[in-house]
């Protein structure tokens, strides 16, 4: 702020122009479709600009949904004992080497008599492949993909994360949490490779900060990915009294660091 007030500059009308088009999206679209939703769903409900493309796809997917045709189909999976009493799992791919495809074995019948067949069968490993994988750290977070974890790692809605992700953001631990980018400020990514050098040796520092490239083409990118405002303030020493507010604090300091790391 004090930067700005230094270095005054004329206003940018193009920015002005595009929080005009927000506000005017705001009440062609919101207040149109909420009135809507109160009669049709339930009270209370809202859908500006950005809710109303939620409730399209939702839409759209229900429709998927009532349309799908199902279609059997039957895959075979087998244990198989080693001569050391180790169980190894293998799955059939292909019979008298044509490759199977999704829907090649279609009801029962089919499936029992393959089984059959296999059962009087003996097996033997042809082949050993060994391959070296290298495996990047994923992106820090952005709003969605927050969401998405907290779910998986924790169990927690999207409404009690972001509830939670709020709180952190108003304590100033967080950046803003609603965000579909995943930059990076620079400032952030050098005093992340110190602490990383610092705090666990220089070979868990990257030699180069790594940057990620937004995949949604919509993706408005106003703000940065989530991550500690203080990498240094860590899940250990920060002090919460919520433990909800901690976990949530530990997937996303985890993840933002683990992103910077070889």
């Known amino acids: 702020i004090q930067e700005a007030l230094e270095h005054p500059r004329t206003i940018d009308l193009h920015l002005v122009d595009a929080q005009q088009a927000r506000r005017v999206l705001d009440r062609l679209v919101g207040y149109e479709l909420s009135p809507f939703l109160w009669r049709k769903v339930t009270k209370g409900l809202s859908a500006g600009r950005v809710q109303s493309v939620t409730v399209r796809l939702i839409v759209e997917r229900e429709n998927e949904i009532r349309n799908f045709k199902p279609q059997e189909y039957w895959s075979i999976h087998a244990n198989l004992k080693t001569p050391s009493d180790s169980i190894l799992e293998s799955t059939l791919h292909a019979i008298d080497n044509v490759p199977l495809e999704k829907f090649s074995i279609g009801n029962r019948e089919d499936a029992e008599r393959i089984v059959h067949e296999l059962q009087q069968s003996s097996f033997a490993v042809t082949n050993v492949e060994r391959k070296v994988v290298k495996k990047n750290p994923p992106a820090p977070f952005t709003t969605s993909t927050l969401q998405q974890e907290a779910a998986k790692r924790l169990g927690y809605s999207s409404k009690k994360t972001m509830l939670f992700a709020q709180r952190l ?32 040796g220089e070979p868990y520092a990257a030699d180069a900060p790594r940057t990620f490239k937004t995949t949604s083409r919509a993706a408005q990118e106003a703000h940065e990915a989530i991550r500690p405002t203080d990498v240094s303030v860590t899940p250990q020493n920060v002090a919460l009294t919520q433990v909800s507010e901690q976990k949530v604090y530990m997937l996303i300091w985890q993840r933002f660091v683990a992103s910077q790391m070889p």
Not at 172 to 199: F, Q, V
């Open 169 to 200: 953001y108003e304590l100033g631990l967080i950046t803003y949490m609603r965000t579909d980018s995943t930059n990076i400020a620079e400032s952030a990514l050098a005093a992340t490779k110190n602490y990383l050098a610092s705090a666990f």
